[in-house]
């Protein structure tokens, strides 16, 4: 099957650049889990992420692959998963999430690890 270029291809940089921005304050030796304010700065970034995250799936639902890309529909769902804080988020997306797989926008692996996500933030059992 031939890959065809992402119909927004602006909102596909921009969710690679969050997530490598989320993966390297995870990997990164200064953001050290033993350092003091690490916790600080994950949040805010975490915060800040939450709120576009929002603005984004209320804009367009899920962003699917055709929308951008494969890699960039999984930074958004990476994105998501992080987003504990935003439980309501992560609800929201969830949804969206399960119509992108019915559509074969987003894949089925990554629907049951957010499923799981959400249950486990609100104290249910995992069902995956």
């Known amino acids: 099957m031939k890959q065809t270029s992402p119909t ?13 921005l989320d993966q390297a304050m995870q990997q990164d030796p200064k953001v050290n889990p ?3 304010g690490r916790d600080t700065r994950i949040k805010d970034t975490y ?9 984004i799936l209320k804009q367009y639902g899920w ?17 998501v998963q992080h987003g504990d804080a935003d439980r309501d988020l992560q609800h ?7 119509q992108a797989v019915a559509y074969g926008q987003a894949t ?21």
């Open 92 to 98: 929201k997306a969830l949804a969206a999430l399960e």
């Open 8 to 20: 927004l291809p602006v909102l596909r940089e921009e969710l690679l650049k969050m997530r490598e």
């Open 63 to 79: 962003p699917g692959e055709i929308m951008v890309g494969k890699d960039g529909s999984e930074a958004f769902w990476l994105l």
């Open 34 to 36: 033993l350092r003091p």
């Open 47 to 55: 915060k800040k992420h939450n709120v576009r995250l929002r603005a």
């Open 108 to 128: 089925r692996p990554n629907l049951a690890y957010l499923a799981d996500r959400v249950l486990v933030n609100s104290k249910k059992k995992q069902r995956f």
